[in-house]
């Protein structure tokens, strides 16, 4: 895990650990507040998960041509991150 959190502080320079607890705080305040507005109220958990998938397709698209530290990791694991944090926000949003 932390070897994701180091190639997130490739966003803010180079990938080391503070920069990337701060990338990902960032990156977390801004997605959250696009699908804070962006969610419809009905079957939020599941438009949640499906913009969590977009996300990942532009996120991981543009980390592949600029950012390689995140680029080199495992894509698996980092769609799924993206999907459930959609999910998780859509849940939360509308509890």
Known sequence: MRSAVEA???LLGRPT????I???VLMTV?????LV??????N???WGAVAGGAIAGL???IADRRFPAIAALPRPPQVADHVLFG???????YR
């Open 37 to 42: 507005v962006a969610l419809p109220r009905r």
């Open 87 to 93: 999910a998780l926000v859509g849940a939360v949003r």
């Open 30 to 34: 801004a997605w959250t507040s696009v």
């Open 17 to 20: 650990l503070v920069r990337g």
């Open 59 to 61: 996120d991981l698209a």
């Open 44 to 46: 939020a958990v599941v």
């Open 8 to 10: 997130a502080g490739e």
């Open 22 to 24: 701060v990338a990902h």
